[in-house]
């Protein structure tokens, strides 16, 4: 075994050995061989134990991807990526990072299908999602239903999403089994929140994204209905009469902490 490498070297050498069989040159130089099995071997079943591990945490992390492309679509799709974005984090949980860039840079460029637009979109919404998931912070009593509008404030882990595709309807659909068509082009939005350590996501009409956004910067409620009247030309009546029904949707929802 050649011990002249440093350790960084030899952790940087085996990192792509263990992703690019083309970068283990050197094998019988650095990794000892046995009686039975030759150094690249060796190296040979740990690779394909190794690959096939972050083929797995990739389909779990992109349950819903996976799904949309099928299985061969999408190991080979997660092959490329590991190949060119080795693992880099202590943690599986960052694997997929840079996959919906990885999507985006390898998508056809001499086509008119959109359907790689909604892959792409679907496969950010799966990793913030688990993001959302694996988040640390506060988990508090959600607002009771008495609660004046203007002592409402969101809870702590609260996102908001909008889309070109029905993408979080797809998700929910995909990871209860239910076998989803691939979608048209429909904008969407939603809300996600955690309680309990499960997440939940919320359906949102645009008045009420644009609405929650604005209690997302900050604002009570009276300034962001006071924004959706003066700058989104909602017509006051309309949205005092249909306030109460947005405001027991959201109260049942868990968006307003205690």
Excluded at 148 to 174: M, N
Aim: with cysteine; charged share 30%.
């Amino acid at each position: 075994m050649n011990n002249s490498l440093t350790f960084e070297q030899l952790q940087d050498w085996m990192q792509m050995a263990l992703v690019r069989r083309d970068a283990a040159t050197g094998a019988t130089d650095i990794v000892n061989g046995s009686s039975r099995l030759s150094a690249e071997q060796h190296l040979g079943i740990y690779r394909r134990s190794y690959i096939a591990r972050l083929r797995e945490c990739m389909k779990n992390q992109f349950s819903a991807l996976n799904y949309a492309l099928g299985d061969d679509l999408f190991r080979m799709f997660a092959d490329e990526y590991l190949g060119a974005h080795p693992s880099e984090n202590y943690t599986l949980g960052e694997l997929g990072r840079k996959f919906p860039d990885f999507l985006e840079a390898t998508r056809p460029q001499d086509t008119r299908e959109t359907w790689p637009d909604f892959m792409i979109e679907l496969a950010q919404f799966e990793f913030e999602l688990s993001g959302i998931f694996d988040m640390h912070a506060e988990e508090i009593e959600t607002a009771p239903a008495d609660t004046p509008d203007d002592d409402l404030r969101l809870v702590p882990i609260f996102y908001l999403f909008k889309h070109r595709y029905p993408v979080w309807r797809f998700y929910l659909e995909a990871t209860k089994k239910k076998n989803p068509e691939l979608p048209f082009e429909q904008e969407s939005f939603c809300a996600v929140t955690r309680r309990n350590y499960r997440l939940g996501l919320t359906e949102l009409k645009e008045g009420q994204y644009l609405f929650l956004e604005r209690m997302a910067a900050g604002e009570r409620v009276s300034q962001a209905k006071k924004y959706l009247i003066e700058q989104r030309g909602f017509e006051k009546e309309r949205l005092e009469r249909v306030w109460p029904e947005w405001r027991v949707g959201f109260l049942t929802a868990g968006f307003f902490r205690a």
